[in-house]
């Protein structure tokens, strides 16, 4: 029964993430990236504050250090360098290199047993299928071009996100995952707090009176951030880092699906062919 709501967790969270985009994407219109990301953890923190307001005991300093490693990665770093990377490489680029995470989360959490969970070949041969069906999804409209500087901040995201992964599954320590939610965004907002200062942060709330940017930052922070990490971290827990993080592959099929649904964008083989590719590399990984 675990099993099957860590599976449902995963899915629910992949597909808000899937139709993050369009949000985002209003959003820019009036924001910068950095105002976007502290606005929404902002707002995550304060619901998952309002849902259980208790505080999480102090378990030493080596407790603490996770949680300030998981707030670093997971919810500043990542997303930092996913926009960085976006303004030296192309979009299709920097989706193609993120979607390695959950190879790099199989490497993660391979050192972190000391060599005793190796990853099967089922979930190697997984991966080379979804990341064909990625690259094909990614480039049907624009090509491939590498930005060396980009794209490999593009992969220290992925790299970065594989870290966190990994220390959710540790930093569990038998606490209520809101709690643990709410303290690792706490730790990221922090860590935020010099890049607000360095790309130029505009505390004007007055932009909020449009309608349009309200509702897609509340959902961002209310769905995409507050729900959707607590419902990931608990898919963590349950089915440990690798087998969550392979839902990842998924995000670009639920991306391409959302774009046809909202903006009408249209389909091509390339992306259809892609999309099947990705699903039974997703089984596979799952299977190993």
């Not at 979607?99 to 041969?125: D, N, Y």
């Not at 794209?151 to 959710?168: E, G, H, K, N, R």
């Not at 907002?189 to 309200?214: C, K, Q």
Request: hydrophobic share 55%.
């Amino acid at each position: 029964m675990d099993k099957t709501r860590g599976h449902a967790a995963a899915i629910i969270t992949i597909f808000v993430w899937g139709v993050t985009f369009i949000s985002t994407k209003i959003l820019l219109t009036g924001f910068l990236p950095v105002e976007i990301l502290f606005c929404r953890f902002v707002i995550g923190y304060l619901a998952l504050f309002a849902i259980c307001p208790r505080l999480l005991p102090y378990g030493g300093l080596r407790q603490e250090a996770y949680f300030v490693a998981a707030g670093l990665t997971g919810i500043c770093l990542y997303y930092l360098l996913e926009n960085i990377a976006l303004t030296y490489t192309l979009a299709s680029n920097v989706g193609v290199l993120l979607c390695t995470a959950p190879f790099f989360t199989a490497l993660a959490g391979f050192a972190a047993s000391r060599g005793k969970e190796r990853p099967h070949r089922r979930f190697i041969f997984g991966f080379v299928l979804a990341m064909a069906g990625i690259y094909l999804i990614s480039t049907a409209e624009s090509g491939m071009q590498f930005n060396l500087t980009g794209d490999i901040l593009a992969l220290s995201a992925a790299a970065v996100w594989a870290l966190y992964a990994v220390l959710t599954r540790i930093t569990t320590f038998g606490y209520n995952t809101i709690l643990i939610t709410r303290h690792i965004f706490f730790y990221g907002l922090l860590f935020m707090l010099p890049a607000l200062y360095i790309f130029g942060f505009t505390p004007d709330l007055t932009r909020f009176y449009n309608p349009a940017y309200l509702f897609n930052i509340l959902f961002l922070g209310l769905g995409a951030s507050a729900m959707c990490f607590v419902t990931w971290n608990y898919a963590v827990k349950v089915l440990g880092a690798v087998k969550t993080s392979a839902y990842i592959y998924a995000v670009p099929v639920l991306t391409v699906a959302s774009a046809v649904i909202v903006l009408n964008e249209p389909v091509t083989v390339k992306m259809l062919a892609g999309g099947v590719l990705i699903i039974l590399g997703l089984l596979l990984s799952q299977k190993a």
